[in-house]
T-cell receptor, first 114, second 110 residues
Framework: GAGVSQSPSNKVTEKGKDVELRCDPI?????LYWYRQSLGQGLEFLIY????????KSGLPSDRFSAERTGGSVSTLTIQRTQQEDSAVYLC????????????FGPGTRLTVL | RKEVEQDPGPFNVPEGATVAFNCTYS??????FFWYRQDCRKEPKLLMS???SGNEDGRFTAQLNRASQYISLLIRDSKLSDSATYLC???????????FGSGTKLNVKP
């Protein structure tokens, strides 16, 4: 069956521009997570969705970052006025139920801010 | 203090060797434990969940020690294809986030 998909796979943007990253979770998965991974680093939690609501936004680095999920499915992560330190791989994961279930990751979006 | 800590390695071992990694976690309310594997420039993939009684999957054995707050991963008869970064993951009860360690890099050499 189809796994988690993310688009675009690569994004190069100029400092100050806005970017939108998309995640399509596995069908039927209620939980969706966004993470960020800088080169050679571990995964940094950004935000978690249960259905369309985000009970935990504590990981968002600044108010330039926002995310939404519609229809309990597709999610978008928006970064406004991008900065060079935003350059990283942004990974999305979904799981059937939250907390204890296996997370399945998408291939990620590699964001480069020039 | 990080929620999850791992030795970054790298662990360089010959084919056929047995290698073990430990991962410590700081929150005693941690509820679920996993090992993920991440190949270079790829997404993490679940290797195995870690159960209280310990569990085995082929050449891989995972153990949980709640008293000392660590989990371990043992790989027997290492293969070249086991070369990757192994991520320890912990979920804390009543929280909806997963804490990832920074990973332990394994290089299996011929």
């Amino acid at each position: 069956g189809a796994g988690v998909s993310q688009s675009p796979s690569n994004k190069v943007t100029e400092k100050g521009k806005d970017v939108e990253l998309r995640c399509d979770p596995i069908s039927g998965h209620t939980a969706l997570y966004w993470y960020r991974q800088s080169l050679g680093q571990g995964l940094e939690f950004l935000i978690y969705f249960q259905g369309n609501s985000a009970p935990d936004k504590s990981g968002l680095p600044s108010d330039r970052f926002s995310a939404e999920r519609t229809g309990g499915s597709v999610s978008t992560l928006t970064i406004q006025r991008t900065q060079q330190e935003d350059s990283a791989v942004y990974l999305c994961a979904s799981s059937l139920v939250p907390r204890t279930d296996t997370q399945y990751f998408g291939p990620g979006t590699r964001l480069t801010v020039l | 203090r990080k929620e999850v800590e791992q030795d970054p390695g790298p662990f360089n071992v010959p084919e056929g060797a047995t290698v073990a990694f430990n991962c410590t976690y700081s929150n005693s309310a941690s509820q679920s434990f996993f090992w993920y594997r991440q190949d270079c420039r790829k997404e993490p993939k679940l290797l195995m969940s870690v159960y209280s009684s310990g569990n085995e999957d082929g050449r891989f054995t995972a153990q949980l020690n709640r008293a000392s707050q660590y989990i371990s991963l043992l790989i027997r008869d290492s293969k070249l294809s086991d070369s990757a970064t192994y991520l320890c993951v912990v979920n804390i009860a009543n929280f909806n986030k997963f804490y990832f360690g920074s990973g332990t890099k394994l290089n299996v050499k011929p």
